[in-house]
């Protein structure tokens, strides 16, 4: 009746293995480390990199725990922040001779003390949220208006094509501001103008004007919608634009979020150094499109002549320079996709996907320059970079485009990257900086680790109070669920925060619920004069739908706080639900495991140690 089969066990003691196991590296804490990152979208770091590091560390003197590659960056662990400093030092001058244009970032960071055979079981340390840790917070305004002017600007070559098309002249477009103002000679040509523009370019709302020189006009201006599109579309595009290079960079957990109409906060847990920090936000690329320059001219420049006018010199990936047009024909906002793939000879070779504006226009270049080459700049910090310059073989259209030749697999999966989140939509500024330091984190971490220390402790000394020996198995289930608790945290790499830890807390305010749930059915059932065996059973099977009813309510809670909530409020959701899950399986599974292996083998059990068990007077 009250006997496990040995499988159950087995899962038990499996369960306690792996949460052992994979909770064990929240032990350890942090130790500080050097962070090599590349400081540029188009270097990427491998094993030589690793290789590289510990040659410069060895020559300074400066000894490591490891030197790892973490993603794509380079992680060295320290045992002191004096050898952490010095290494950074000789780091930053290895690496980065030429300070005014550094090739790398060598930043501070923390990484965690685990030994190396956790490391090599995949366990790691739950991610701590910047309340807990430390590190940086920024709050970043977009400007709003160098967005509606960069879409007036594009919106400039639609009109030059489509009164080209149409056989329109005109004496002249200019911009002012976020208006297009186009000169036409009469006003028969205006009124054929008009209705080009209006069905065309829905974004501008059209007017007639004039200039002081006399010439008639037609002023477009962004409509009311259009201008709220735009504003929306480029929040999201940097906020995006920052996700792919705060994560390439190998930040642990950052935040980039959302706040008001334009503006985004970035916090980054757990970087101890500033200005660095600043230098990773800043890393956002533009894409463009343009035509390598082939003449004579050009030729002589890049053996060391001037560079003919209208045209400028820049590096390919592998240093060789290259002349390029200054003339842009696509930027990044035409590109809406792009895909590693294969070419028809089986090499490795990016597939690029346009919008219908960008496929006209590489439709008609690609015509008007077959055997050419093209170039595919990107610029960071204002400094651009050729990443590939293919000669083109045919007309292009469709929108669909390939870029090929002398790449590697991963070369191509790493320029489709760059490609697919080059560039931001508008220019951002950072308003407001504020540092959290580790020592707030520690105390925050030290304060919270002491509320579920004294919270257990009460609960545990009123249960085995209470229910003697059925508390004392309540209380080791509970021991086991915030186990379990730690170890699925930390497989899933959750980041912790201060709601976390008070979503932990109420975690065991409910699981203890469950067996007090448990222990008043036993008790009942002895009341009603059943043998102990049978109260125990009893007891387990009736308590287990109260225990399900309100554990599921509680669950849908959660998971509505988890869909419909932000920030913290998510943090605690994620933490709560989680907790919910193992505390069904500690306070059922568990705990019965627990009093079946103790009063299961009595075949004549007389009482049972939990408690007094009042009995109705006769």
């Known amino acids: 009746m009250n006997r496990y089969p040995w499988w159950k066990y087995l899962i038990i003691a499996l369960a306690m293995f792996i949460g052992l196991m994979y909770s064990l590296p929240n032990v350890f804490g942090e130790a500080p480390a050097v962070q090599v990152s590349s400081g540029k979208a188009t270097l990427k770091l491998d094993r030589e990199t690793v290789n590289r590091v510990n040659n410069v560390l060895e020559a300074a003197g ?13 992680r060295a662990r320290f045992k002191d922040t004096d050898a952490q400093i010095k290494a950074r ?15 790398y970032i060598v930043a501070l960071n923390l990484v965690s003390r685990s030994p190396q055979w956790l490391r090599s079981l995949h366990a790691h340390p739950m991610f701590l949220g910047l309340d807990l840790r430390g590190g940086v917070h920024f709050l970043m305004q977009v400007d709003m ?15 030059r094509t489509l009164l080209r098309d149409k056989d329109i002249r005109h004496s002249g477009i200019r911009r002012d501001g ?39 006009t037609l002023v477009g201006a962004l409509n009311p919608k259009s201008e709220r599109a735009i504003q929306e579309q480029a929040l999201k595009q940097n906020i995006t634009t920052l996700h792919n290079r705060i994560n390439e960079l190998g930040v642990s957990e950052p935040v980039i979020q959302q706040q008001g109409l334009d503006r985004v906060v970035v916090q980054l847990p757990g970087v101890q150094d500033t200005a ?8 956002t690329a533009t894409l463009e499109v343009r035509m390598v320059d082939d003449s004579t001219e050009a030729q002589g420049a890049l053996a060391g002549g001037m560079v003919p006018f209208g045209s400028e010199r820049y590096l390919e990936r592998g240093g060789v320079p290259i002349v390029v047009k200054r003339q842009v024909v696509l930027t990044g906002d035409n590109l809406t996709d792009a895909q590693p793939g294969f070419d028809e000879n089986h090499e490795a070779a990016v597939h690029l996907t346009l919008d219908a504006r960008g496929a006209r226009i590489f439709r008609d270049v690609t015509r008007e320059n077959i055997g050419k080459r093209m170039a595919i700049l990107l610029f960071e910090k204002g400094k651009g970079e050729v990443v590939t310059a293919p000669v083109i073989r045919g007309e292009i259209g469709g929108g669909r485009v390939q870029i090929s030749g002398r790449m590697s697999t991963e070369e191509a999966a790493d320029t489709a990257l760059l490609l697919r989140a080059g560039s931001l939509a508008a220019p951002m500024e950072i308003i407001e900086e504020r540092t959290v330091g580790p020592s707030l984190g520690a105390d925050n971490i030290a304060q919270g680790f002491n509320s579920l220390v004294y919270g257990f402790a ?57 067996n007090v749930l ?16 049978s109260a125990i059973a009893a007891g387990y099977e009736h308590a287990w739908a109260t225990i399900l009813d309100s554990n599921v309510t509680t669950l849908i809670a959660g998971l509505s706080l988890l869909a419909f ?38 075949k004549k059990l007389k009482s049972v140690s939990i408690g007094q068990v009042w009995k109705p007077q006769e």
């Open 518 to 533: 448990i222990n008043e059915r036993v008790r009942e059932e002895l009341r009603n004069g059943s043998a102990p065996q």
């Open 145 to 159: 208006k160098a967005a509606l002017t960069h879409k007036v600007e594009s919106l400039s070559g639609d009109v």
């Open 178 to 216: 976020t208006t297009l103002t186009v000169r036409l000679r009469d006003d028969a040509t205006r009124k054929a103008a008009r209705p080009v523009l209006q069905d065309n370019l829905v974004d501008l709302i059209w007017t007639d004007g004039s200039d002081p020189s006399g010439d008639l």
């Open 62 to 74: 400066v000894q490591a725990d490891f030197v790892e590659l973490d993603g794509t960056s380079v």
């Open 276 to 283: 660095k920090a600043k230098d990773i936000i800043g890393r």
């Open 89 to 103: 030092d000789a780091l930053g001058r290895a690496f980065n001779p030429d300070a005014a244009d550094p090739s």
């Open 565 to 602: 909530g932000s920030g913290p409020v998510r943090g605690f959701a994620v933490v709560h639900c989680l907790g919910i899950l193992t505390s069904m399986f500690s306070a059922v599974f568990f705990s019965r495991g627990l009093v079946n292996l103790w009063y299961g083998r009595q």
């Open 458 to 514: 009460a609960i545990a000394l009123f249960m085995v109070l209470y229910y003697l020996l059925f508390g004392v198995f309540s209380t080791v289930a509970l021991s086991v669920n915030l186990l379990l608790l730690i170890a699925v945290l930390s497989m899933l790499q959750a980041t912790l925060t201060l709601p976390g830890i008070a979503a932990i807390a109420l975690t065991l305010g409910m699981a203890i619920d469950s």
